[in-house]
């Protein structure tokens, strides 16, 4: 089964964010907390060299919490990346990763610090803001590329945080990882069999889900 899902605003928003990156002070990664590698895009890895960059776990709820520990633990350890967990829909713990993020940087506190929310799609970007803005400004819902476009929010402290479009990258290999994408909602149901997704998911161990 070959699953690929690159429409043209991905491509757009590649060229975004590529011009965009060294206009902010640091990157906050928005990864799946039940799929931290799956969810992890290489093209992030690539833009964001230089830049201080946070994990943010989030749908930790949803996840098993030995399993985040253990990849907390290895971002951490093995890949010298600092990382926490979240549930995004919680104001104080959307608070917690912002904080642990600016706490790191020096910042000139007489301009506003710029921060970037990044991610493949799904996986609690505007949620986080919404939480940390308290009121609905970013739209949500259980399918994928809601976010089309950058969005500005002004937050407290002197903080502006850009939201961005979730984009994964044009050849997701191998094929059972876009398996894994498409079973946690974040490859439109437009580019997928259920049943042969469904009939994936069935099949594998937990191990293999993450």
């Not at 429409?7 to 757009?12: A, L, S, V």
């Not at 010298?80 to 967990?85: G, T």
Request: hydrophobic share 40%; glycine share 4%; with cysteine.
């Amino acid at each position: 089964m070959t699953i690929q899902w690159f429409p043209g605003h991905m491509i757009e928003t590649q060229n975004l964010l590529e011009n965009a990156i060294s206009k902010v002070d640091a990157v906050l990664e928005i990864l799946d907390a039940r799929l931290p590698r799956a969810s992890s895009n290489p093209f992030v890895n690539k833009i964001c060299k230089g830049k201080f960059r946070l994990k943010v776990l989030n749908k930790k709820d949803l996840a098993d919490p030995w399993q985040t520990k253990l990849w907390l633990d290895y971002f951490e350890k093995k890949e010298n990346k600092p990382a926490v967990a979240i549930c995004g829909t919680q104001k104080s713990q959307a608070y917690e990763a912002l904080n642990y993020c600016v706490g790191k940087i020096t910042r000139n506190r007489a301009r506003k610090l710029k921060l970037m929310v990044l991610g493949i799609p799904n996986t609690g970007k505007s949620t986080i803001l919404n939480a940390l803005a308290g009121k609905k400004i970013a739209k949500t819902g259980n399918v994928p590329a809601i976010t089309r476009h950058k969005q500005r929010t002004s937050l407290k402290n002197n903080i502006d945080i850009y939201d961005t479009p979730g984009i994964l990258w044009p050849v997701i290999e191998p094929p059972e990882k876009a398996c894994i994408l498409a079973a946690s909602g974040a490859i439109s149901d437009t580019a997928i069999d259920y049943n042969d997704i469904a009939f994936f998911a069935a099949n594998q161990s937990e191990d293999i889900l993450i």
